[in-house]
Nanobody
Framework: QVQLAESGGGFVQPGGSLRLSCATSGFTLDLYTIGWFRQAPGKEREGVSCISAGGTTYYVDSVKGRFTISRDVAKNTVYLQMNSLKPDDTAVYYC?????????????????WGQGTQVTVSS
């Protein structure tokens, strides 16, 4: 059974950092693309970053240079290090698994989703 579980969210002041974790089970991590998405109140869920099966990473422009995605295959875990956080980064963050294995943040191609973790950036 495929499962993903996010952790590491919380409250942080602008300019601060958080590291999100996505613990996975039920599939081989390095055969899937893992994406991080976020959804702010009243907004559509949007892709933030992904790491392909081959380890290629991708970031949307709004987080490029501030966020870093990585994975530890031995621990079946994907991380999202978030630095220089801004109030606009406030959202529920989700990790998701895409069996195609390519660099892709198309939400509809992700078959499995975690329950989300809240990130709040505020002074």
């Amino acid at each position: 059974q495929v499962q993903l579980a996010e952790s590491g969210g919380g409250f942080v002041q602008p300019g601060g950092s958080l590291r999100l974790s996505c613990a996975t089970s039920g599939f081989t991590l390095d055969l899937y693309t893992i994406g991080w998405f976020r959804q702010a109140p009243g907004k559509e869920r949007e892709g933030v970053s992904c790491i392909s099966a081959g380890g290629t990473t991708y970031y949307v422009d709004s987080v490029k240079g501030r966020f870093t995605i990585s994975r530890d295959v031995a621990k079946n875990t994907v991380y999202l290090q978030m630095n220089s956080l801004k109030p606009d980064d406030t959202a529920v963050y989700y990790c998701a698994a895409n069996p195609w294995g390519l660099v892709n943040l198309t939400r509809e191609e992700y078959d499995y989703w975690g329950q989300g973790t809240q990130v709040t950036v505020s002074s």
